[in-house]
C-alpha cells in the first residue's frame, strides 16, 4: 500500500512538473483567444476579399490615375486598409498556430514569434502608409 502511495504521489509530482513547463507555451496559454480572433478575421476576410477583389478586377483594365482616384474616396481607402489588417491579423494567428505546433525548443519559438509579429506590424504599417498616402494626396 506504501508504494502504490509514494507511486501514485511521484507520477502527480511528475505531471505537475510537466504542466508548469508546458502552461506557457501553444493553446494552454490562449487558445480560447486565439481561436475566436482566428474565426473573426475570416469571417471578416469574406466581405472585404469579395470587395476587394470585384474592384481589383474593375480596375484590372484602368490606368494609374484612375486607381488612385478609385483610392481617394474614403469609403475604398477604409476597406482597403480593413482589408490588409484583417488579413495580416488573420495570417500572424495562423503562423503563432503553427509555430506553437511544430517548433518545439522555447528560445527558438520566442524569436520566431517575435519576427512575424515583427513582420505583420511593419508591413501592416506600410500598407496603412501607403494608402494613407494615396487618400491624403489629392
Known amino acids: ?5 509514494s507511486l501514485s504521489n511521484s507520477t502527480a509530482l511528475r505531471d505537475g512538473s510537466i504542466f508548469r513547463r ?12 486565439e481561436w475566436r ?12 476579399g469579395l470587395y476587394f477583389a470585384v474592384s ?3 480596375l484590372a483594365t484602368s490606368d494609374q490615375r484612375t486607381a488612385a482616384a478609385w483610392l481617394v ?8 486598409i480593413l482589408f490588409v489588417l484583417a488579413a495580416l491579423a488573420h495570417a500572424l494567428v495562423g503562423l503563432r498556430s503553427v509555430f506553437a505546433d511544430y517548433v518545439h525548443k522555447r528560445a527558438t519559438l520566442v524569436v520566431t514569434e517575435l519576427i512575424a509579429r515583427a ?3 511593419l508591413l501592416a504599417g506600410a500598407s496603412i502608409l501607403a494608402v494613407l498616402k494615396i487618400f491624403l494626396g489629392h
Not at 480572433?37 to 469574406?46: D, F, K, M, P, S
Open 1 to 5: 500500500m506504501a508504494n502504490n502511495r
Open 22 to 33: 508546458v502552461s506557457h507555451l501553444g493553446s494552454a496559454r490562449n487558445g480560447l483567444q
Open 37 to 48: 480572433l482566428q474565426r473573426l478575421t475570416a469571417i471578416a476576410l469574406i466581405p472585404l
Open 56 to 58: 481589383i478586377l474593375r
Open 73 to 80: 474616396s474614403p469609403v475604398p481607402a477604409l476597406l482597403v
Open 119 to 121: 513582420a505583420t506590424i
